[in-house]
């Protein structure tokens, strides 16, 4: 049974930081995305920060012990949620090496939970970003997936984001079953038709997996270094795995939005995302 969820908290917010100041954001918002980690950036009236929402879905599909892997310093992340109830909380680090200025990528970042806890190495978890609001059914399908390998494949012309956004995410192709073939990080976009599923539908990766522990994690050790992005990514790390286990991760086609924080912009969105569909999540 998966009960188990990994939410990455370990990168450096640099384009949330970087990007342009709004004028409908207050100064407390400002402060905020220029300080924090995107996921304890306040986003409504009461002072819930994303992954608090998170959190809350997570506990509603059933998961019952959450993994947040933070960078060297996730003092915030521990001060705000060791204390929390509704489940079992623990915190990794994703430590930076001496030669570099930012953590290796998201596959670094499972890999190091995976080493300071052993216990993922025999067992299911899943994965997500800590900066995407994820609902509730996608939490749940995902969980409750009877493939030891499992992606949600969300239908490309569902997600409300311009063009040049959604040609940056990854992007899925499937066989006939719906297993997946291949997956590939910021494809060339000329090349994107080849990728349509049975149903004629783009499918679009927005980083949430279950993984098999023990399958997975060599594939998780070994990932090699993007040569272009200099990054580890999941992504990667999938595409080997398939090379030696075909049809080892199964696709959950879904259509819905996945609102995210990548810029300041992002914070007045994700405020009336929650406020017009509160019922949706």
Same mark, same amino acid.
């Given at each position: 049974?998966?009960?188990?969820?990994?939410?990455?908290?370990?990168?450096?917010?640099?384009?949330?930081?970087?990007?342009?100041?709004?004028?409908?954001?207050?100064?407390?918002?400002?402060?905020? !995305?220029?300080?924090? @980690? &995107?996921?304890?950036?306040?986003?409504? +009236?009461?002072?819930?920060?994303?992954?608090? =929402?998170? #959190?809350?879905?997570?506990?509603?599909?059933?998961?019952?012990?959450?993994?947040?892997?933070?960078?060297?310093?996730?003092?915030?992340?521990?001060?705000?949620?060791?204390?929390?109830?509704?489940?079992?909380?623990?915190?990794?680090?994703?430590?930076?090496?001496?030669?570099?200025?930012?953590?290796?990528?998201?596959?670094?970042?499972?890999?190091?939970?995976?080493?300071?806890?052993?216990?993922?190495?025999?067992?299911?978890?899943?994965?997500?970003?800590?900066?995407?609001?994820?609902?509730?059914?996608?939490?749940?399908?995902?969980?409750?997936?009877?493939?030891?390998?499992?992606?949600?494949?969300?239908?490309?012309? !569902?997600?409300?984001? @311009? &063009?040049?956004?959604?040609?940056?995410? +990854?992007?899925?192709?499937?066989?006939?079953? =719906?297993? #997946?073939?291949?997956?590939?990080?910021?494809?060339?976009?000329?090349?994107?038709?080849?990728?349509?599923?049975?149903?004629?539908?783009?499918?679009?990766?927005?980083?949430?997996?279950?993984?098999?522990?023990?399958?997975?994690?060599?594939?998780?050790?070994?990932?090699?270094?993007?040569?272009?992005?200099?990054?580890?990514?999941?992504?990667?790390?999938?595409?080997?795995?398939?090379?030696?286990?075909?049809?080892?991760?199964?696709?959950?086609?879904?259509?819905?939005?996945?609102?995210?924080?990548?810029?300041?912009?992002?914070?007045?969105?994700?405020?009336?995302?929650?406020?017009?569909?509160?019922?949706?999540?």
């Amino acid at each position: 049974m998966n009960n188990r969820l990994i939410i990455l908290a370990g990168g450096l917010s640099s384009r949330m930081k970087n990007s342009s100041i709004i004028n409908d954001l207050n100064t407390k918002q400002i402060e905020q !995305a220029n300080e924090r @980690s &995107k996921g304890l950036i306040e986003i409504d +009236a009461a002072g819930n920060t994303l992954l608090d =929402y998170l #959190l809350d879905n997570t506990v509603k599909s059933g998961y019952k012990i959450v993994y947040i892997v933070t960078s060297n310093d996730g003092s915030l992340f521990r001060e705000r949620f060791k204390k929390y109830k509704k489940l079992e909380i623990k915190f990794a680090t994703q430590f930076i090496p001496k030669n570099r200025e930012k953590p290796w990528g998201t596959a670094d970042a499972v890999f190091q939970t995976m080493v300071q806890y052993p216990e993922l190495h025999q067992t299911q978890f899943s994965v997500c970003n800590s900066d995407n609001l994820y609902t509730l059914n996608a939490l749940r399908q995902l969980r409750l997936s009877e493939s030891k390998n499992t992606c949600i494949a969300y239908d490309r012309s !569902a997600l409300n984001f @311009s &063009k040049e956004r959604v040609s940056k995410f +990854a992007i899925m192709q499937f066989d006939e079953a =719906y297993h #997946l073939i291949n997956i590939r990080e910021k494809p060339d976009i000329s090349k994107v038709d080849t990728f349509r599923d049975k149903d004629g539908k783009i499918r679009i990766s927005m980083n949430i997996f279950a993984f098999d522990g023990a399958m997975s994690f060599p594939f998780f050790k070994n990932c090699p270094v993007h040569p272009q992005r200099q990054e580890k990514e999941i992504p990667t790390v999938i595409a080997n795995m398939l090379k030696m286990y075909p049809e080892s991760m199964v696709g959950i086609p879904m259509a819905e939005h996945v609102p995210d924080l990548t810029c300041k912009e992002d914070i007045i969105k994700m405020t009336a995302f929650l406020i017009n569909n509160s019922n949706k999540l």
